[in-house]
Structures are given as C-alpha cells and as structure tokens.
C-alpha cells in the first residue's frame, strides 16, 4: 500500500492529529501529533487493511544548533523529533511515523518532553522507548519500566541532546 | 548416622520432595559468566530449579557510537560499525555502506556487487560458526566448538589474505570496497567450500540429531510467531519460529537488488521441513524452540555456501572495476535514510540523517541482538536454572552490537 492511501486511513480515522508530513523524500513519512500516537499505532496494528505488526526502531533526533553563528542560519527552529519505523509482514509494506516534540516541556530546561507509550501495542517498544528516554531525554506515559538501559542509573543527563556536556569526572574516572 | 547432640534427626527427615520448603532467592548470572556470550547480566529470580523472573541488564559494553557517528564523516565511521557485531563485521560495513550510497543515491559496479555478496556471505557462515560452535560449548559439549572454529579460522584467513585484517576489516565502504581480491584468492576460497561442505554434515551428528543436545534444547524457550514479532525479533530467531521472512528476499529494493540474480532458499521449516539437504527434524522438537533457531542457522550455512559459489562464478564474468570510494569528506545531500540489511544476527538497521553537510546530523543503529534480547525475560519464566544458557545462547546475540 502506498503511503498517500496509508495516509488517507489515518485521516479518515484520526482527522487533525495526522498531518501529511513529506511524501516525496527517500523514506516518505507522516506526521502524528504526539497525544494520539499511541491510537494511531494500535490502528496501525489492527485495521486488517494495513496489519503493521512489527516496529522496528524510534529514533529521537535533537534539532538545536549549539553554535550561535550557525543558529542564526539554521534551516529548522529548535525541537525534538521521534521517528518510528513500521512494517507489515503480512501485506509486505512500510511507513515511517514522525512525532513532533518540543525539546523541554513547557520550555523549562529540564522538563522532559512527554509522549505517550507504544509499548502496549507492541512489546520491542519496551526496550526501545527506554533507551531513548536513556539517551534523547524523552518521557513515556505510561511505560511500565522507564528506567535508563545502556548507561549507568546514576548517569547524569541525556548524551544524544546536542547540548549534552561530557561530565568531568564519573565516580573518580576522567571523563574529559 | 552421626547424630548431633540436641537436634532431633526426625526434625530434618524428608518424606518426599514436594513436601521441601523452598524460598525465592536472587542469583546474578554474569555480567562476566561464560554463556552470557560477553558482558551481559542476568538477574534470576528462582525458586529451587525454577526461573520465575530473568532480568537482563545491559550497557557494559556500551561506547557511543551513535554519538561517535555526529562527529565523523560516513567513511570515517565505517570501522565504528565492525566494532557493533564484531562476529560479522562484514555484514555491518555492507549495512551502514548502503545506507549512505541510498542517500548519496550511489549505485556500486557489477563487480564490486558480486563482491560484496561473496564476502558477505562468507562472514555469514563464520558468524553462525561461532554461534553454532558456543552453543555446543553452552550445552556442555566441547567438540563441535573446535571443529567450528577450526572452519572459522579458515574463513578468517582468507579475510586477512583480502583486508589484513582477521576481526575488524573496514573492507566493505561507502562506493565500493577497499581493495580487489589478491591473484589465486577465489582458488583458495573455492578449496575451503569443496573442503568445508562435508564437515556441515559431521556438524549435524556433533549438535543437530545428537541425542543429548536434542534432549537440552527442543521443547524449550519456545518463542511463538505473535511473540517473536511483537518482540521485534529478526534474523534466525524469527525464522526458528516459522516465520518466512528474510530481507535478502523481502527487504527494501535498495538492499534486495544486490541479490537480484541470486538463487537461494530462506531457511525456515515449511510443513515441518527444511531447505534440504538436511537431517529430519526431531520429533520431540516444537517450532520456535532452541533447537529450531539454532538448526536455521546450520540450514542458512549451507544456503550461504550456494550463494558463495554463485558469488565466485558472477565475479569471474563480471566486468568493470570494484568501485571508487567516495572521498573522505564528501558532502552528503540532505535527508534521512533508514536502511535494514539481514545480518547474521537478524536484521541491522542503520539511520542517516544529514543536513548537507559532510557530517551527519544524528546516526542510528537499530540492533538486530538489541530486539533479540529483550525477548529473553518472556523466554525464560518458568523454565530451569539450567535451560538458561540454552535460551540466552540461541539466542545468539552479541554484547557489542546490544549496547553499541
């Protein structure tokens, strides 16, 4: 199935909350506000017509520009982007999912931005929305087990933010 | 009987095993015990013999290479992928390699194509040597293990006769490959399948069909299909529970047109049997078992031996040079670019995304043993203290690419 006719399912069901995000690019995708992603993946899931039962990887990607002189040329203004990957075994088709984000919520430095959890629909969420919670600073509603996975628990800060800082010292070893 | 002054023996007297009082008790396995297959941890909550939780903890292994990969120009990143699963380092330059030429939209020479199917292949076969070979090892039996590496070590040299290297060969790169094969080398490599295929046989009565391995892995850690892909479970594990799906055959165009005139069968069991040629299946064995996803592998051995030999033949005819690598610092047009290729180990997806310059923006790798993993604590409630080395190695997976 096409990615128009995929897109006119969700907007047939979801209305607003799905916007057509760049159907052109090599890997074409939809946008999905970010309260309604978990419906629309379990849509995704069920709707026998589409029957996208494995997701294969989120990806958060950091859009800030640290350097000033760069940041007033940059193409983008500042926030986060959750990028799901989906496929259908069944019908052999794919999409690409993107949820929009802000960096802080409610721009406070520190607040992580909040989205609700895929895990319920599919289990290899689990795992996957707790290493970009680990890494790229996102909270999931509704998670069972958010913890950190590849670094340590008392790891301090999200490494993949791009104005993450290396700490100095961790535990008595030089980080810098 | 030795009696202790003031204990009673009747108080310890057992009248049958049901009636001993067992307790919960937490017990560490690894992170440096030998079946976790590197630095894994398992945290088992058991009752007596019983499992009833298995917690895996990982990230000891742990390097950054998606923040590795902000800093670094694609080719500079190629040998960071060697170092993801180090077992197959092949397959991961070929996985990141494509992603970059779909969005440079590069399309590599005939030659260099069949090239990289060959080596490919052939890193194939050495990995699930190692995985066939450990998880004899696993089960208590050391034979097969240096027969397989015996195999492997063979494998590796002819690597090294092509890159120098034995372990982390940075061969496969963004436009090409790195270097041409040396003169007599496909002789060579054609001598080591004539002289490899029958040990896949002896493998076969070593692990396959021998009783006692039969005993220790059919019927146990049965992964369904349903859980297998709700898990995101690739490669051997989803294929070991019936699912025929392979992305050399199903994947993205991109990736399946290197196969394009390639003839080969997924290893999967189709109405209880097998690609042949291959020994029956047990009857005790139930689909999606140990014994399935480790027999896959042996099966996708023979079915990487086909497409070596047809490899070496397409080679021979195949005209033109093995392409140009594209400059250290080239610029990359802007874009994402999601790409999985089908691994040893399952399916490795890598991500680019680019803003136009000559670094990217953001690199992703989604880990095929990542998924794999994550299915184990399903796999192992209520199973045996002991069957855990059996579940965790056939699993096969592999701590580097796990915490990248």
């Known amino acids: 199935m096409s990615i128009e006719e995929i897109f006119q399912h969700l907007q047939e069901k979801f209305g607003e909350a799905v916007r057509p995000g760049d159907f052109t690019s090599i890997d074409p995708w939809i946008e999905v506000g970010p309260e309604a992603i978990a419906d629309v993946c379990r849509f995704l899931r069920d709707n026998p017509a589409l029957r996208f039962e494995m997701l294969h990887c989120i990806t958060a990607v950091d859009y800030l520009e640290v350097d000033e002189k760069k940041a007033a040329k940059a193409s983008f203004v500042p926030h986060l982007e959750l990028i799901y990957h989906l496929s259908s075994l069944t019908l052999r088709h794919r999409v690409t999912l993107k949820v929009m984000l802000p960096r802080w919520r409610d721009d406070h430095p520190g607040q992580l931005p909040r989205v609700p959890t895929v895990s319920n629909v599919w289990k290899t969420a689990l795992w996957h929305e707790r290493e970009v919670y680990d890494l790229s600073g996102v909270e999931f509603v509704g998670h069972p087990d958010l913890r950190r996975i590849l670094c340590p628990e008392d790891w301090v800060g999200h490494p993949l933010r791009k104005d993450y800082q290396m700490p100095i010292e961790y535990h008595g070893i030089r980080a810098r | 009987m030795n009696v202790i002054p003031g204990v009673d023996p ?15 008790l937490l017990i560490n396995m690894g992170p440096q015990h030998p079946s976790t297959h590197g630095v894994l941890r398992v945290v088992l909550r058991t009752d007596g013999e019983l499992v009833l939780e298995a917690i895996p903890h990982i990230g000891y292994l742990h390097r950054c290479a998606e923040k590795i990969g902000e800093k670094v120009t694609p080719r500079q990143f190629i040998p960071y992928t060697d170092r993801m699963d180090y077992l197959a380092g092949m397959n991961m330059n070929l996985g990141w390699a494509l992603t970059v030429e779909k969005l440079l939209g590069l399309e590599v020479p005939e030659k260099a194509r069949h090239l990289r199917v060959l080596i490919v292949e052939l890193n194939r076969i050495a990995s699930h040597l190692v995985a066939a070979g450990t998880y004899g ?5 050391f034979t097969p293990f240096v027969y397989c590496f015996r195999e492997r070590e063979k494998i590796l040299n002819l690597f090294e006769a092509v890159c120098g290297a034995r372990l982390t060969y940075s061969y496969i790169t963004v436009g090409g490959l790195m270097a041409d094969l040396p003169s007599g080398w496909l002789d060579q490599c054609e001598a080591f399948l004539d002289q490899f295929e029958p040990v896949i046989d002896d493998l076969h009565d070593l692990l396959s069909v021998n009783h006692i391995f039969v005993k220790r892995t059919a019927g146990v850690g049965v992964l369904s299909r349903e859980l297998a892909v709700d898990y995101g479970c690739t490669g051997p594990v989803l294929r070991g529970s019936g699912v025929d799906w392979d992305l050399r055959r199903d994947g993205d165009p991109f990736y399946t047109r290197m196969y394009r005139d390639y ?23 139930v689909l999606g078992d140990c014994w399935h996803r480790f027999f896959v592998r042996m099966v996708e051995v023979v079915q990487s031996v086909r497409l070596v030999r047809q490899a070496i033949e397409k080679y021979r005819l195949a005209e033109g040079d093995i392409g140009q690598p594209i ?8 874009g994402e670019v999601y790409l999985e290729t089908e691994c040893p180990k399952g399916q490795m997806g890598f991500m680019i ?24 604590p399903e796999l192992c409630r ?5 069957d855990v080395p059996a579940i965790v190695g056939s699993l096969d997976i592999v701590l580097g690419e796990v915490d990248r």
């Open chain 2, 263 to 285: 003839d080969f069968e997924v290893a999967v069991c189709r109405d209880g049997k097998y690609p042949q040629p291959s020994p029956p299946v047990p009857t005790e064995a």
């Open chain 2, 10 to 24: 009747e108080d310890f007297s057992v009248t049958s095993e049901t009636e001993v009082r067992t307790e919960e």
């Open chain 2, 353 to 376: 995304v680019s803003l136009g310059e000559a670094i990217p923006w953001r690199v992703r790798a989604r880990s095929s043993s990542f998924c794999n993993l994550s299915v184990l």
């Open chain 2, 382 to 386: 209520g199973c045996l203290v002991a």
């Open chain 2, 327 to 334: 400059k250290l610092n080239q610029k990359l047009p802007p």
């Open chain 2, 137 to 141: 090892l696993d089960l208590g039996s």
